[in-house]
């Protein structure tokens, strides 16, 4: 489907966002703190509206099929992007970054996440015009995904990667942070602090992250501007989020459920969507049989339901625990007592 958006929308709307992303980049460089649960409160919602109004504009415009299509996928996106904090969560903890330090890190995983996720949405959307069987691979890829997410084992992630141990095998690193510096002196020589090291991991996250981010919006929308701006706009607080959420991320039990049945439900959505287009003869005689699709409507229905579902039976799940052993349920921001 082409565009029907004025271009003039398009290109203001994209100098907005990345001007934003700046001035928040820039913020964390002057300032580097740990937010407090008001103003990490404040971001976040901020956010969640310029995404809001950012979906209202456009159905104003009369692109009522665009808007649905943003909603449901910057949902999916912002879904997938608070699985991909919970991964960020574990490096910062395993690499012991220092609480003052930690915004500086999330934003430059957030901008490294954008950077990869602009490379796969150009290559998404020029394979997918020339291959529509495409959708096959993706939609195979993110029910593949979905099980991971479920699968027994899932949650291990001890230990450091491939890449981190050939980092460290062939760069000299300081087991010691020099504020947010990248290198430092030690008795005279220069060595990279293990901030590099941070970046290295926060980076080949992303880079897998944007795997599965990437087809699952392309099952909702083959616009590379709705992809992309769905993309930014889940991105965008996902630091604050990181410090309103704290440790309640890994007390969402469910959470993962709820990803693993949105990325199935979109992986087939995608598959329905190739049988659709290619017109594949199965029975009948040779000739196509129609096969049913997916309203982004119903998807939109659906990927609020799973998140809804998963969030409320977690939380549930946490309160009759603490009832069970007699504490109070705390549902805050990451403490701040070592700002």
Same mark, same amino acid.
């Given at each position: 489907?082409?565009?029907?958006?004025?271009?003039?929308?398009?290109?203001?709307?994209?100098?907005?966002?990345?001007?934003?992303?700046?001035?928040?980049?820039?913020?964390?460089?002057?300032?580097?703190?740990?937010?407090?649960?008001?103003?990490?409160?404040?971001?976040?919602?901020?956010?969640?509206?310029?995404?809001?109004?950012?979906?209202?504009?456009? #159905? @104003? %415009?009369?692109? &009522?099929?665009? =808007? /649905?299509?943003? +909603?449901?996928?910057? !949902?999916?996106?912002?879904?997938?992007?608070?699985?991909?904090?919970?991964?960020?969560?574990?490096?910062?903890?395993?690499?012991?970054?220092?609480?003052?330090?930690?915004?500086?890190?999330?934003?430059?995983?957030?901008?490294?996440?954008?950077?990869?996720?602009?490379?796969?949405?150009?290559?998404?959307?020029?394979?997918?015009?020339?291959?529509?069987?495409?959708?096959?691979?993706?939609?195979?890829?993110?029910?593949?995904?979905?099980?991971?997410?479920?699968?027994?084992?899932?949650?291990?992630?001890?230990?450091?990667?491939?890449?981190?141990?050939?980092?460290?095998?062939?760069?000299?690193?300081?087991?010691?942070?020099?504020?947010?510096?990248?290198?430092?002196?030690?008795?005279?020589?220069?060595?990279?602090?293990? #901030? @590099? %090291?941070?970046? &290295?991991?926060? =980076? /080949?996250?992303? +880079?897998?992250?944007? !795997?599965?981010?990437?087809?699952?919006?392309?099952?909702?929308?083959?616009?590379?501007?709705?992809?992309?701006?769905?993309?930014?706009?889940?991105?965008?607080?996902?630091?604050?989020?990181?410090?309103?959420?704290?440790?309640?991320?890994?007390?969402?039990?469910?959470?993962?459920?709820?990803?693993?049945?949105?990325?199935?439900?979109?992986?087939?959505?995608?598959?329905?969507?190739?049988?659709?287009?290619?017109?594949?003869?199965?029975?009948?005689?040779?000739?196509?049989?129609?096969?049913?699709?997916?309203?982004?409507?119903?998807?939109?229905?659906?990927?609020?339901?799973?998140?809804?579902?998963?969030?409320?039976?977690?939380?549930?799940?946490?309160?009759?625990?603490?009832?069970?052993?007699?504490?109070?349920?705390?549902?805050?921001?990451?403490?701040?007592?070592?700002?």
């Amino acid at each position: 489907m082409t565009s029907v958006l004025p271009l003039w929308f398009e290109i203001g709307s994209m100098i907005v966002l990345v001007t934003i992303l700046i001035v928040d980049l820039l913020l964390i460089i002057r300032r580097p703190h740990i937010p407090s649960m008001r103003e990490a409160s404040l971001w976040v919602g901020f956010y969640v509206l310029l995404a809001l109004v950012f979906a209202g504009a456009i #159905f @104003l %415009l009369g692109d &009522v099929q665009y =808007g /649905t299509e943003f +909603l449901a996928g910057w !949902l999916t996106e912002y879904s997938l992007s608070i699985d991909n904090l919970f991964v960020f969560v574990l490096i910062l903890a395993s690499f012991k970054v220092p609480h003052a330090y930690q915004q500086r890190a999330l934003m430059i995983g957030i901008v490294l996440a954008l950077v990869f996720r602009g490379i796969f949405i150009l290559a998404g959307a020029a394979l997918i015009e020339r291959f529509i069987w495409i959708f096959f691979i993706f939609g195979a890829w993110l029910i593949w995904t979905a099980w991971q997410q479920v699968r027994p084992g899932a949650e291990d992630h001890g230990g450091d990667s491939w890449i981190i141990r050939q980092v460290k095998k062939v760069m000299p690193i300081t087991d010691h942070y020099d504020g947010g510096k990248l290198r430092t002196v030690v008795d005279g020589k220069r060595m990279w602090t293990p #901030f @590099l %090291l941070v970046l &290295v991991s926060l =980076g /080949t996250t992303d +880079l897998l992250f944007a !795997l599965d981010s990437i087809p699952a919006i392309f099952g909702i929308t083959r616009s590379p501007f709705i992809v992309f701006t769905a993309n930014v706009f889940a991105l965008m607080g996902l630091r604050q989020l990181y410090f309103l959420l704290g440790g309640l991320l890994d007390r969402l039990v469910y959470l993962k459920y709820g990803i693993a049945a949105i990325l199935a439900f979109i992986g087939v959505k995608l598959i329905l969507n190739a049988l659709h287009e290619n017109e594949l003869p199965f029975i009948n005689g040779g000739e196509p049989v129609p096969v049913p699709t997916i309203s982004t409507w119903a998807s939109l229905g659906f990927i609020v339901a799973a998140m809804a579902v998963a969030t409320v039976a977690s939380i549930a799940k946490m309160r009759r625990e603490a009832k069970a052993s007699g504490e109070r349920l705390h549902l805050g921001a990451r403490e701040n007592a070592e700002e």
